[in-house]
């Protein structure tokens, strides 16, 4: 791929091909395909320093993303991180903001750095310091309007949301952990990776951002309690939950 145009071509294909398939996979990609509109925005509206650097980060980020995608339907090797929220689509239980939020791990936590590391590759990865916390932020409040989201699936989940701190909890501490500093940290040493290799990086990094995946899918048996209610509320098929998503988001909401 060339442009963001073309990612967003691609994604839309996978969440057509997850929607014929009734697969939970479908969840992300919609979240994804929101999130590239919105870096889409950002580039023609003057939002970035350098429109052309970071639709370059755009496209290359997005490749980890769609590579993995089909590398796993296709039984070739994937990041552990991927791996973890790729298998989670066949267990019953998990939430569809579950679903969001370990694919959003996966993404953030690891291809992001890895991204920002290849297109600052012969230059100083610290002039792309203040465009990469402005995509970082674009995807941090997508979290909010995640949560929004799903409450048209299940509007119980608002009441819940308001009156107790259990899943606000949840998106707490993965947010906290979107907000610090550790995707550019890991792109700057990516960067120059020092006595280890690029690839020792991107391997200890994995292992990380998978027990980051820990707090998304193993709880307290009170918040399990909880998550599994929840599920079993979110009536529908997954198709009709991927097409509840994709219509909110044409309407910007």
């Known amino acids: 791929m060339q442009n963001i145009d073309q990612v967003l071509e691609s994604l839309s294909e996978i969440i057509e091909e997850t929607e014929k398939e009734n697969s939970v996979l479908g969840y ?54 991927w791996q973890r929220a790729f298998e989670l689509a066949s267990d019953f239980w998990p939430i569809t903001f579950q679903h969001l939020l370990i694919g959003m791990n996966a993404h953030i936590n690891l291809d992001l750095g890895i991204a920002a590391a290849k297109v600052s590759e012969g230059r100083s990865i610290e002039e792309l310091g203040d465009d990469f916390y402005r995509i970082n932020r674009i995807l941090a409040n997508l979290v909010e309007e995640v949560q929004h989201n799903l409450a048209t699936i ?17 998106m707490t501490d993965f947010s906290m952990k979107l907000a610090r500093d550790g995707a550019w940290r890991f792109a700057q040493v990516l960067h120059k990776p020092g006595e280890k290799t690029y690839e020792e990086c991107i391997m200890e990094r994995d ?18 309690l909880l998550l599994r209610l929840i599920r079993l509320g979110e009536t529908g098929s997954v198709r009709y939950k991927i097409q509840k998503l994709k219509n909110r988001a044409e309407q910007g909401g």
């Open 28 to 81: 992300f990609a919609v979240l994804y395909h929101r999130v590239t509109w919105k870096v889409k925005e950002g580039l023609e509206t003057g939002y970035f320093e350098d429109p052309k650097r970071m639709e370059k980060l755009d496209v290359v980020f997005a490749e980890r993303y769609i590579d993995a995608y089909y590398n796993y339907k296709e039984n070739l090797p994937v990041s552990k991180s």
């Open 207 to 224: 292992i990380a951002v998978v027990k980051v995946a820990d707090i998304i899918t193993n709880h307290k048996p009170r918040i399990q």
């Open 154 to 170: 299940w509007p119980p989940l608002r009441y819940i949301l308001k009156h107790t701190g259990q899943l606000d909890n949840l």
